[in-house]
């Protein structure tokens, strides 16, 4: 007969055979939607361009070189070259601001609806996710229709005299970054609220209480206790940002790319698979430090209190 | 109704009042309304309530859930607003300040630590805010720390704390900025039984020790009786009796009082007499009896009688009530005898047990009760 210790190991045995068996179907969706395709994007990026698109299977290390280098067409040596540097740039920084924008907005926005009574937060939160139900595409060109030159801003200023020339919106930095703030601000309400809907307010009178006044409570008590929301729509935020296609495309015009553009540019009328390839994976890592450090800086302050 | 005070235009953080001439009432609360929602949906939560509480004094408002007890404590505290009346402290009117500008602090009934912060942090969170030195928060926080023996935990976070550590930090949060009011809210609802009496004392202790005046908010008419100087019962919004707990227990002024705190036997008398503070009162069953009136009360032809069930007396022969034992329950220390009388009314008589014998009565007894003299009252219904 077996023993009560054997019997316990093997129910664990089973236990975690069950697990690996469950999981399996995630784990295999993982593998081919996310692991593999990436395997064959690294591949890719040390790879020949071929002449029409695609690629000849050469090793080259070109592709990665020309992310921050341009090749001279007559004497083929490699130099230092900005433009793809500056699309870098504008992308973190345009995918900063919309951070920091939509952090701006959504708090406020998202301690209104905790604040309300529990019926008519369920109407605010409702309210909030409608955007959702619209293509991204769709919303965008709406965007366009209103802040283009011709369009309801503009006509409106003119209309009442404020203006004389139409204000140039369209096409610039600032229309992407209004488009993102206003796509993305929903992933940034979303979190925060869900934290701040958790947060016990007795705690809040609680500080009222010990004399601290509103700004200290908001500092000291409210965004301490809903921080992991803060930092959860941060990256909601930034990361999608970062990546950003649609919004850039149509809003920013052909001059003001972000690298989600640089990248279809490399896979379509580029021709360069391998360079569109060595960027997606620069990307990657970017997002990957973004991440990393706002990990760090989460833990990290929270291991200050303690 | 938490946000009420935040429409207040507010000040500086350290305008906390400062009383120029101590009185000799800590708090006066002056014919204050508080009336919740608009409309046909209003309710008043509090009905033009008045009373004083003397500086240094173990307060307590008593009463059952929903009697608005929470709700003035609410108001002492500045978390929410009269709707007429005045709250003075010392003289001074508060009724419009918001809680950071008031010399008052609240023990919570959930105890409301501060999740992020370490005990030493939460108790000298208040201290912080008021712009103390450092290092005389850091004197302050280790004196409320041995005050509330705490030392060894200081810096634990209060989720790793037990219940009774959560709630004596909450005693030193709320006790380290010295308010010149300690206000609780039921902090001992959420402790064990046995956690509970050490903490009874334990506060009695704090409030001699600080000479704060402490105004405690209970549904427990022991804990009541046990720890206050005075008691406010309160019901339906209003404040019934206000007393010294023996005045409270033995001369309630009212039904409700009467019946609230500890057991009583409610008789229908007709006024026989009526002497000074005396009255003499015939009973259905036809005895006379004596009665204790309250002042400036005068009694109409008819009127409650009350009895305590320690105040009685079971004989086997004939008393000033006669009736059938229904059913004998022992606790203890003493056994309740519950009789139902030959009026058809009930009747519980408390016995205090001995060792060695019985109670001397059986379900189905015939008994007589003796009322003995300054035992009954009559009531203000």
């Known amino acids: 007969m077996a023993s009560a210790e054997e019997v316990a190991k093997e129910a664990e045995r089973r236990d975690i055979r069950d697990r690996w068996l469950l999981s399996a179907p995630a784990l295999i969706i993982i593998f081919l939607a996310a692991t593999g395709p990436l395997l064959i994007v690294v591949i890719y990026s040390f790879l020949t361009p071929g002449p029409y698109g695609g690629v000849v299977w050469k090793f080259s290390t070109d592709g990665w070189l020309s992310v921050l280098m341009q090749r001279d067409i007559f004497d083929d040596t490699l130099a230092f070259a900005d433009a793809h540097l500056s699309i870098f740039w504008r992308s973190i920084s345009l995918s900063f601001y919309t951070t920091v924008l939509t952090l701006f907005f959504g708090f406020p926005t998202a301690y209104f609806i905790a604040t309300r009574p529990p019926k008519t937060r369920e109407v605010w939160v409702f309210l909030v996710t409608i955007p959702f139900w619209t293509n991204l595409l769709i919303r965008t060109f709406a965007m366009q229709q209103v802040i283009r030159n011709e369009g309801l801003v503009n006509t409106a200023l003119m209309a009442l005299g404020i203006i004389k020339q139409p204000l140039q919106i369209m096409n610039t930095d600032a229309a992407i970054l209004l488009g993102m703030i206003y796509v993305y601000l929903p992933l940034m309400v979303l979190p925060i609220y869900a934290s701040m809907e958790k947060l016990d307010f007795r705690l809040v009178e609680a500080g009222y209480d010990l004399y601290a006044g509103r700004w200290q409570v908001l500092r000291r008590i409210i965004f301490p206790l809903i921080k992991p929301g803060v930092i959860a729509g941060s990256i909601l935020v930034f990361i999608p940002s970062l990546g950003a296609y649609v919004i850039p495309r149509v809003l920013g015009g052909g001059k003001n790319m972000m690298l989600g553009n640089l990248i279809e540019l490399q896979f379509g009328a580029g021709r360069n698979w391998p360079l569109g390839a060595a960027i997606s994976i620069t990307l990657m890592v970017l997002v990957m430090i973004a991440l990393l450090f706002y990990v760090r800086n989460a833990s990290g302050s929270e291991g200050a209190h303690g | 109704m938490s946000g009420n005070w935040i429409r207040l235009k507010s000040g500086r953080k350290n305008g906390v009042i400062v009383p120029e001439q101590p009185g000799k009432s800590a708090i006066d609360v002056r014919g204050v309304r508080k009336v919740f929602g608009t409309g046909e949906s ?112 200081r810096g634990r976070r209060t989720s790793q704390i037990s219940g009774g550590q959560q709630q004596r930090v909450a005693l030193a949060r709320a006790l380290a900025p010295q308010p010149k009011v300690l206000l609780l809210d039921e902090p001992l609802s959420a402790l064990d039984f046995k956690l509970r009496k050490e903490m009874q004392i334990e506060l009695k202790r704090l409030q001699h020790e600080t000479g704060i005046t402490f105004i405690f908010v209970t549904h427990d008419q022991e804990e009541a009786l046990t720890m206050s100087d005075r008691i406010a019962v309160m019901s339906s919004g209003k404040i019934l009796q206000v007393g010294t707990p023996w005045d409270i227990y033995d001369k309630p002024a009212e039904r409700f009082v009467a019946d609230f705190i500890g057991e009583t036997n409610f008789l229908t008398a007709a006024i026989a007499s009526i002497g000074k503070g005396k009255v003499r009162a015939t009973l259905k069953s036809g005895a006379t009896i004596e009665a204790t009136v309250a002042e400036g009360f005068q009694p109409k032809d008819n009127a409650t009688v009350v009895v305590r069930p320690e105040h009685a007396k079971l004989t086997s022969g004939k008393g000033d009530l006669s009736g059938t034992v229904e059913n004998i329950v022992y606790f203890g220390t003493d056994t309740h005898i519950h009789v139902r009388l030959d009026s058809s009314e009930a009747f519980t008589v408390r016995q205090q047990n001995t060792r060695s014998a019985g109670c001397g009565f059986e379900r189905g007894d015939k008994v007589g009760i003796s009322i003995g003299n300054d035992a009954a009252q009559v009531l203000r219904d």
Request: hydrophobic share 45%; charged share 20%.
């Open chain 2, 42 to 153: 209003q309710v008043a939560a509090l009905d033009t309530v008045s009373v004083s509480i003397r500086e240094n004094e173990f307060f307590t408002l008593l009463g059952p859930s929903g009697c608005g007890k929470t709700t003035l404590l609410r108001l002492i505290a500045g978390f929410d607003f009269p709707s007429a009346g005045e709250i003075l402290l010392h003289g001074q009117d508060i009724a419009s300040l918001p809680p950071f500008k008031r010399p008052v602090n609240t023990v919570f009934q959930s105890y409301a630590l501060f999740p992020h912060m370490t005990v030493a942090e939460n108790i000298g969170f208040g201290l912080e805010m008021l712009g103390k030195p450092k290092a005389e928060i850091k004197a302050r926080v280790a004196e409320m720390l041995k005050l509330v023996k705490m030392e060894a935990l």
